[in-house]
């Protein structure tokens, strides 16, 4: 995993949610649900003044660290938040300093997971605002993918 650090501008996303934790395989359940969800409704044909194909998955409102409940938003960045349709979210995340890791591998043998797996090991001081993962054109090919994940840090 490559990692960089980057400071970011604050942006606007629109997507769907679930409210979801890591403890007792919730977030395994909940989140692949909420991807069902995503691919199931087209969310991309919903939003007007999307910004791009990439897709956001984020990890935000969290009770405390990782191992409490958080809401996991799917969605895409857009223009502002004036007009959020019916049954999604709008966020917006916060600017400031972000760690970007980079993965590249199998998504179907959980290569996203295994990242965070190792995320939760470090002693990296995180901020707990919003961490997301981007997919992007390089993550069109789930056995060879490319993701990226960003992590609010303190500053």
């Known amino acids: 995993m490559k990692t960089e650090k980057e400071t970011l501008s604050a942006f606007p996303l629109i997507g769907?949610?679930?409210?979801t934790s890591n403890a007792e395989g919730h977030a395994a359940k909940d989140i692949p649900e909420l991807w069902t969800r995503f691919w199931a409704s087209n969310v991309a044909a919903q939003l007007a003044g999307r910004v791009g194909d990439d897709i956001y998955s984020v990890y935000t409102?969290?009770?405390g660290d990782y191992t409490q409940p958080y809401t996991t938003l799917i969605g895409y960045r857009v223009e502002n938040l004036d007009h959020i349709p019916d049954g999604f979210t709008g966020?917006?995340?916060?600017?400031?300093?972000?760690?970007?890791?980079?993965v590249k591998g199998n998504l179907l043998q959980g290569a996203v997971f295994n990242a965070w797996q190792e995320i939760w090991n470090t002693?990296?001081?995180?901020?707990y605002t919003a961490d997301f993962e981007i997919y992007g054109p390089g993550s069109q090919n789930p056995l060879d993918a490319e993701v990226d994940i960003y992590l609010a840090v303190k500053s």
């Open 91 to 102: 966020l917006m995340i916060e600017g400031g300093p972000y760690l970007k890791y980079t």
């Open 61 to 63: 409102e969290y009770e």
């Open 16 to 19: 769907i949610t679930v409210r």
């Open 123 to 127: 002693d990296i001081p995180r901020a």
